[in-house]
């Protein structure tokens, strides 16, 4: 509510009002039509006033106007109007009085700035036709009380003005733990000093309703701008709200409406977390159990994480609905301790993580790999050999085969009885067979899981006992340093036979065809570091090479694609309707010097989506103007990023607007 208080700073310009003639304007508003006299001889004097319309042939009386005759009268006289016009209150008696003491002296003239109507009314300055009808037509004449003189007006036409004041646009949307705080500013030219506030749930097709909740406008220091302050005692948690307010006249006639913001009460702050998660060791896994959650119609799932240490490295395992109260993790390995953590997910954030709890699987006896595996073609067939010292809690052992070192293995033994130190195993399947086979042994446990697989090595079936010298390198996995390079790693070889002297690297783009028998590269390490630009994929095979330039088989193929990241898409959309269209304005994520431009998407409510603008990145801050917007219509934006690859975010928070 507005007070007399602030009254000397609401000032409306006469462009906003019709003018008819050198002593009175015309406004219309919802009240009625409403007349001001721009002189304190004519409010002292009194009048008598009179209005005819197109259809009349004489003028009629409609009303007068007279001076106070006290400070009390003049005080009365607001208390009878303050009703008729929203977003006033009566000011206290002392500042009254004030008033009063300045209209009875020499600086009267000065309250013809004070364009408050229910000060004008009381003091006789104005008068408030109330009988006028929207729409119609009407010539009004003045007869002053103490002479008999007349003035009369033009024509005028009585429709309810729309007055235009400067733009406000949003600055602060903070959704607060429970009350939602939120500012827009306008410059202080022609800023509207009085505004409504409409609020709606967002994302539903419900209009926008009116909100009577606590709100005011503040001066800045330099006196240049107005900012508008709004908090929310009505919002419920956890919903996602709409925004905007609208300008008023000091009339109550709506002007121009600000951007429209968009927020979650509440946000991270106030979503419930998981309470009392606890861990169980069952059958068949890791049981995780918690308390119901409460909140269950604000939320949207239960998020699971899972990390091998408790410090870091916690990643999603399953998303789960807000109404479970237990999951059991199946992906875990016997004697191995497991950390959890639980997020709740909202609309638009998650909830604090739950404290961390461990839980460890008791089931699965945890075996080392085989060792020193090694084959030899003989009459009977393949025969290996490996050594295991370790029976305890040992069933046996599997052998896997496969005759092509880009085929899977597939097992080709039944269990095998262990026995402590050396093995033995005789593939009597392949003693007619000629070429190559790949082997891989693992061992068995008493609860059936199987150890880490041995190393793989290559026998040749050549008709003689001639043994592959050199065992295939083994466990090659990419690992990526930075977007464009990845290092490639494999089994150390070194460690564990005296024949290796290096080892070759092939390399290949196409999935077809052979590795060519010239090695892309030859390194004594078992690691080497490629770059990939976007769009490229390699296939890498090593072969181990020994002193006499022997070479060993090819070791598994692995796959490697480029691994670019999407850039992030732009924060803080915002929407101004102005004369010459609607202008968006965002800000970057702070890594603009990889941004190539951003794209402008605009749909209607009808759906229909499309790219108009493609803008180049310059700075921070960014802007566009869209000026084939129409009015009346409601309009939706999205704004993405594309970086100086190519790669295009995904897009930005939806914002809309309605084109005044």
């Not at 600086?107 to 929207?134: C, K, Q």
């Not at 948690?237 to 509440?266: C, K």
């Amino acid at each position: 509510m507005l007070v007399v208080a602030g009254f000397a700073g609401i000032t409306v310009g006469l462009a906003q009002q019709r003018k008819t003639g050198e002593k009175a304007y015309f406004t219309g508003t919802v009240q009625g039509l409403y007349v001001e006299f721009n002189d304190v001889a004519v409010a002292r004097m009194g009048l008598t006033v009179m209005r005819k319309s197109k259809a009349d042939a004489d003028y009629v009386p409609v009303g007068r106007t007279a001076r106070p005759t006290s400070g009390a009268d003049f005080y009365r006289r607001m208390s009878d109007v303050v009703d008729l016009f929203p977003g006033y209150s009566l000011p206290a008696t002392e500042l009254a009085d004030s008033l009063w003491q300045v209209w009875s002296g020499q600086d009267a003239a000065s309250l013809l700035g004070v364009r408050s109507p229910i000060i004008h009314l009381a003091l006789g300055l104005s008068f408030l036709d109330t009988g006028a009808v929207s729409g119609e037509t009407y010539a009004y004449q003045f007869t002053g009380k103490a002479d008999g003189s007349r003035f009369g007006s033009e024509w005028v036409d009585y429709e309810r003005t729309s007055p235009a004041f400067s733009p406000m646009r949003s600055t602060i949307v903070d959704p607060g733990e429970s009350r939602p705080y939120l500012e827009w500013q306008s410059a202080q030219a022609n800023g509207a000093m009085q505004f409504d506030i409409w609020r709606r749930v967002s994302g539903t097709a419900t209009d926008f309703e009116k909100l009577f909740t606590p709100s005011g406008v503040v001066v800045n220091a330099k006196g240049d701008s107005l900012t508008y302050l709004v908090t929310d005692t009505t919002a419920l948690s956890g919903v996602r709200y709409d925004y905007y307010i609208a300008s008023r006249d000091i009339f109550g006639n709506p002007g121009n409406p600000s951007d429209t913001v968009t927020l979650q009460v509440g946000g991270r702050r106030n979503i419930e977390t998981a309470f009392n998660v606890q861990t169980q060791a069952v059958d068949n896994g890791i049981r995780l159990y918690w308390e119901p959650l409460e909140q269950r119609y604000s939320l949207q799932n239960i998020v699971i994480l899972r990390s091998a240490v408790y410090d870091g490295g916690y990643e999603t395992i399953a998303t789960v609905p807000v109404t479970d109260t237990a999951y059991v993790d199946l992906d875990v390995r016997g004697g191995k301790s497991y950390y959890y953590q639980l997020l709740i997910q909202g609309e638009a954030n998650f909830s604090l993580a739950s404290p961390r709890v461990s839980g460890i699987y008791q089931g699965v006896v945890k075996l080392l790999p085989p060792q020193n595996l090694e084959g030899k073609d003989t009459p009977e067939g393949c025969r290996l050999s490996w050594y295991y010292a370790d029976t305890v809690n040992l069933r046996g052992f599997y052998v896997y085969r496969t005759t092509s070192p880009t085929s899977p293995l597939e097992q080709v033994s039944g269990l095998l009885p262990p026995t402590a130190g050396l093995n033995t195993y005789v593939d009597t399947a392949q003693r007619a067979a000629g070429g190559h086979a790949y082997y891989m042994v693992a061992a068995v446990s008493t609860t059936q899981s199987l150890s880490p697989p041995s190393a793989v090595i290559e026998v040749l079936r050549s008709g003689t006992n001639e043994t592959v010298r050199l065992t295939a390198p083994s466990q090659l996995r990419p690992l990526w340093l930075t977007d464009t390079t990845v290092s490639l790693t494999w089994l150390d070889l070194h460690r564990i036979s005296e024949h290796v002297a290096v080892y070759r690297v092939y390399r290949k783009d196409t999935d077809d065809g052979a590795f060519g028998e010239k090695a892309w590269l030859e390194t004594d390490m078992n690691e080497f570091v490629d770059t990939l630009t976007h769009g490229q994929q390699y296939w890498y095979a090593i072969r181990s090479v020994d002193a006499s330039g022997t070479l060993s088989a090819l070791s598994p193929v692995v796959v490697v694609a480029s691994q670019y990241q999407k850039p992030l898409p732009p924060g803080s959309v915002r929407l101004m309707a102005g004369d010459g269209g609607v202008v968006v304005n965002w800000d970057t994520d702070g890594a603009s010097g990889n941004i190539h431009s951003y794209r402008i998407y605009r749909a209607l409510a009808a759906g229909g989506t499309e790219m108009i603008a493609d803008v180049e990145s310059v700075g921070e801050q960014q802007s566009y103007l869209d000026k084939t917007a129409k009015a009346g219509n409601r309009y939706y934006y999205y704004v993405s990023s594309v970086d100086k690859r190519g790669i295009e975010s995904e897009v930005s928070e939806e914002v809309s607007i309605t084109m005044p």
